[in-house]
């Protein structure tokens, strides 16, 4: 079972993206999914994360109010909204499905998707 992460690209600081987190092999209707980043020379954080049913919603103070998760049952999807991008935010953007409301991963990594953020 894996997640991808994808939607990443090249943006101006300002500008906005959405990312896409799908699974192959699984339903992501049972779980909590997060997402993560791993910026340049920085360690793996937490984003964000949304609860089974997408009935809470968790935030990494650092993007709280710029950036907006939701999902899609019936899609099987889980996506991030990101607006207001700034240069900080150019990372690896990966998935994952999380235990909440700590939003701590559960399972295995799978491929992520590259942001850049220009100044």
């Known amino acids: 079972v894996q997640l991808q992460a994808s939607g990443g690209g090249l943006v101006q600081a300002g500008g906005s993206l959405r990312l896409s987190c799908v699974a192959s092999g699984l339903s992501l209707d049972s779980y909590a999914i997060g997402w993560f980043r791993e910026g340049p020379g920085k360690a793996r954080e937490g984003v964000s994360c949304i609860s089974s049913g997408g009935d809470n919603t968790y935030y990494n103070e650092a993007v709280k109010g710029r950036f907006t998760i939701s999902r899609d049952n019936a899609k099987n999807t889980v996506d991030t909204q990101m607006d207001n991008l700034q240069f900080q935010d150019s990372a690896v953007y990966l998935c994952?499905?999380?235990?909440?409301?700590?939003?701590?991963?559960?399972?295995?990594w799978g491929r992520g998707t590259l942001v850049t953020v220009s100044s």
């Open positions: 994952a499905t999380v235990r909440v409301p700590h939003c701590l991963p559960t399972g295995s």
